[in-house]
């Protein structure tokens, strides 16, 4: 058969047309979102594939977020030297992807690039500080530079050419395998930079240990670290920051000072892997933080009360407001996090700050996410007397991507349980008394995730009411994953906390975000947080078409007001 050549320029053209054809498939593979993902969030944040931990660095840029997180590009596990992942938004809810960075580029990083945080410098030059593992695997700290500062996605960094800038030595005490995690950096009048960095030292006394500089680059460690606490363990994700006080619910940039502002401390416990923090008051001259209530474990105030670890707030100077960000990792098995290809989601992010008591931090989803919430249709319920013992509808929501808001007002104390003094942990008596442990009032709130009318998986979020030995109430909120999944490997702990509101003077407010895998609860006013993260076998995508509000106690309690609405996906590739 005769051969025919073609003319050079078709074959160049054909070859472009190849390349621009192959490079569409490629940019729409990438972007389209795995098949088969019943789990997979739709709009809280996770990437693509693979292992995800603690946020990073958050910040404003030139009105943009940025987003960095600790990743794995090779796995769904935490192995071999971890990267920074780096998204951006422009409304903390739809992200971007951005080239990854902090990848092992010298010494002071070479195994691997962990946990940290990002300062706005003056002339609005970002800076981040992180720690790295050196070639010994010896925890130092690390400082790096965005490329060019006119790119406000800041898609390239560096490392500063005289890493580390902190690391430990003999002279300093310091144990090279419990020392890291930098805070975001702050500025007193006397232009000195402080830092904190999480540590341990000899019978598990935690520690922030702070640092000072003049030019961000030379640091001296304080002789006294700002606050330790005896036999607390490791402090990981130190966090430091003002609040307002008096209920101001407005946020403040990390180095104002002043007499109408109090303090956070806050650190996650390696021990536990809980989040936990202390409110007190800073004094600058001593360079020494004195918490109000005075210790620092797990009997200590929490953020979250559920999976919830390694969070971090920034500032966001646009909306004047704290932002706080966490990492909710799974409640799957590795063999199941292998079949999902991904491993790890972050938790919706919250608007922060101190309750007018001056007690307690109180939180809510950030206002954009009400963006996604459905026109219609739209579920809403007032004045309903909820019975005992009945089960209701919240009927045409999408039940596995959905918000709810709903009230309770409690009619009749009559046959409230007695409150035992040694029921002390209040996990612990979620547990013993779930959502089908019939009560006298309670438990009342809400299910998740219904299967069918048999109920054979569901995740329920309520309260159940005692009355303890001094006429007072007290008020327990759970999140019960016990029957969450038939899927025998998955980790299902029941989570809760005892709430710090009057039932009679005040109705008992719950907010539940529902995304697939996590179910994330706002109790009572914004007090208490606990976040789940559920995997069932029946209630997935479409068949997770039911949701209730159900009373499994003696007494009525009455529906003040019930909005539910499907929630859009979030654009995130």
């Given at each position: 058969m005769a051969s025919y050549k073609l003319p050079k320029q078709v074959i160049l053209l054909l070859v472009s047309l190849l390349f621009f054809c192959y490079g569409v498939v490629e940019l729409q593979a990438a972007q389209s979102p795995p098949s088969n993902q019943p789990y997979r969030t739709a709009y809280h944040f996770q990437p693509r594939k693979n292992w995800i931990n603690d946020p990073n660095g958050p910040m404003l840029f030139k009105g943009i977020y940025h987003l960095f997180y600790q990743y794995n590009p090779n796995g769904v596990k935490l192995r071999g030297p971890p990267v920074w992942g780096h998204s951006t938004s422009k409304d903390l809810v739809n992200w971007m992807p951005q080239p990854l960075t902090m990848e092992p580029e010298m010494a002071a990083n070479i195994n691997g690039s962990w946990s940290g945080s990002a300062t706005i410098l003056p002339g609005n030059k970002p800076a981040i500080l992180f720690t790295g593992l050196d070639p010994n695997y010896e925890q130092v700290q690390v400082l790096a530079y965005p490329k060019d500062l006119n790119d406000p996605y800041l898609k390239e960094w560096f490392l500063a050419p005289k890493n580390p800038v902190m690391f430990p030595t003999p002279q300093n005490q310091i144990n090279a395998t419990s020392y890291r995690d930098p805070t975001t950096a702050w500025m007193l009048p006397d232009g000195n930079w402080r830092v904190l960095i999480g540590k341990s030292k000899r019978r598990q006394r935690g520690l922030s240990l702070l640092y000072r500089s003049r030019d961000f680059v030379h640091w001296v460690k304080a002789k006294?670290?700002?606050?330790?606490?005896?036999?607390?363990?490791?402090?990981?994700?130190?966090?430091?920051?003002?609040?307002?006080?008096?209920?101001?619910?407005?946020?403040?940039?990390?180095?104002?000072?002043?007499?109408?502002?109090?303090?956070?401390?806050?650190?996650?416990?390696?021990?536990?892997?809980?989040?936990?923090?202390?409110?007190?008051?800073?004094?600058?001259?001593?360079?020494?933080?004195?918490?109000d209530v005075g210790f620092m474990n797990d009997s200590s105030l929490r953020y979250d009360y559920g999976k919830y670890y390694a969070s971090k707030t920034f500032y966001d100077g646009a909306k004047k407001e704290r932002i706080l960000?966490?990492?909710?990792?799974?409640?799957?098995?590795?063999?199941?996090?292998?079949?999902?290809?991904?491993s790890g989601i972050h938790t919706i992010p919250r608007t922060i700050w101190l309750d007018k008591s001056g007690n307690q931090l109180i939180q809510w989803p950030i206002s954009n996410i009400e963006k996604l919430r459905q026109k219609s249709p739209v579920f809403k319920l007032y004045g309903k007397l909820i019975k005992g013992g009945s089960l209701n509808e919240v009927s045409g929501i999408t039940a596995a991507q959905a918000d709810v808001e709903i009230s309770f007002k409690i009619k009749d104390l009559e046959n409230v349980e007695k409150f035992d003094a040694s029921w002390t942990n209040p996990q612990l008596l979620c547990s013993q008394k779930g959502g089908s442990v019939k009560g006298g009032l309670g438990p009342f709130g809400l299910m998740t995730f219904q299967a069918s009318k048999g109920l054979e998986e569901y995740t329920a979020v309520f309260f159940r009411i005692f009355k303890a030995y001094d006429n007072k109430y007290v008020v327990l909120m759970c999140s019960d994953q016990s029957r969450s999944s038939l899927n025998p490997t998955n980790d299902k702990t029941t989570y809760g906390s005892f709430v710090d509101v009057n039932p009679v003077r005040e109705d008992l407010s719950l907010r539940v975000l529902i995304d697939h895998s996590v179910v994330e609860s706002f109790g009572a006013k914004r007090k208490e947080c606990v976040t789940a993260r559920v995997y069932p076998t029946l209630a997935i995508n479409e068949k997770a078409c039911n949701l209730y509000v159900f009373n499994n106690g003696k007494s009525d309690v009455e529906i003040t007001g019930l909005t539910a609405w499907s929630m859009k996906k979030a654009s995130i590739a």
């Open positions: 006294h670290p700002l606050y330790s606490y005896e036999r607390s363990g490791m402090w990981e994700c130190p966090d430091f920051f003002p609040v307002y006080k008096n209920g101001n619910t407005m946020g403040i940039d990390t180095s104002v000072i002043g007499p109408n502002i109090k303090h956070v401390l806050k650190v996650s416990l390696d021990v536990s892997k809980h989040d936990v923090y202390t409110i007190g008051g800073y004094d600058t001259k001593k360079d020494a933080y004195t918490p960000l966490g990492w909710a990792n799974e409640s799957s098995s590795e063999e199941d996090d292998a079949k999902k290809g991904w």
